[in-house]
Nanobody, 125 residues
Framework: QVQLVESGGGLVQAGGSLSLSCAAPGRAAFSSYGMGWFRQAPGAERELVSAISWSGGGIYYADSVKGRFTISRDHVKKLVYLHMNSLKPEDTAVYYC?????????????????WGQGTQVTVSS
């Protein structure tokens, strides 16, 4: 069982920046999980925004966020970050952190097993 807790959401103007954090407290082997950030806007399907492999060597970005978002992870602190720059109103959504067990592809949404509660990001125009 992996507990995930997101933080860092909020309200920002278009063009601004926000950084999200995902903590994995507890004794679970955080370093063996692929991690992803998803988002879901009202009336829309949940989409994978960015993912990072267990080693950190593999990184994925959705086309909509390439060049603007950066994912990273800290194995010692058991944290995953999503730094978001040049935010747009269409980035408004609830952002979720999720974990995919070792051996599963972190770029495949259905491979994610553990989920955080989500944090709201609102970008005003």
């Amino acid at each position: 069982q992996v507990q995930l807790v997101e933080s860092g959401g909020g309200l920002v103007q278009a063009g601004g920046s926000l950084s999200l954090s995902c903590a994995a407290p507890g004794r679970a082997a955080f370093s063996s999980y692929g991690m992803g950030w998803f988002r879901q806007a009202p009336g829309a399907e949940r989409e994978l925004v960015s993912a990072i492999s267990w080693s950190g060597g593999g990184i994925y970005y959705a086309d909509s966020v390439k060049g603007r978002f950066t994912i990273s992870r800290d194995h010692v602190k058991k944290l995953v970050y999503l730094h978001m720059n040049s935010l747009k109103p269409e980035d408004t959504a609830v952002y979720y952190c999720a974990a995919a067990p070792y051996g599963r592809s972190e770029v495949v949404s259905r491979e994610y097993v553990y989920w955080g509660q989500g944090t709201q990001v609102t970008v005003s125009s």
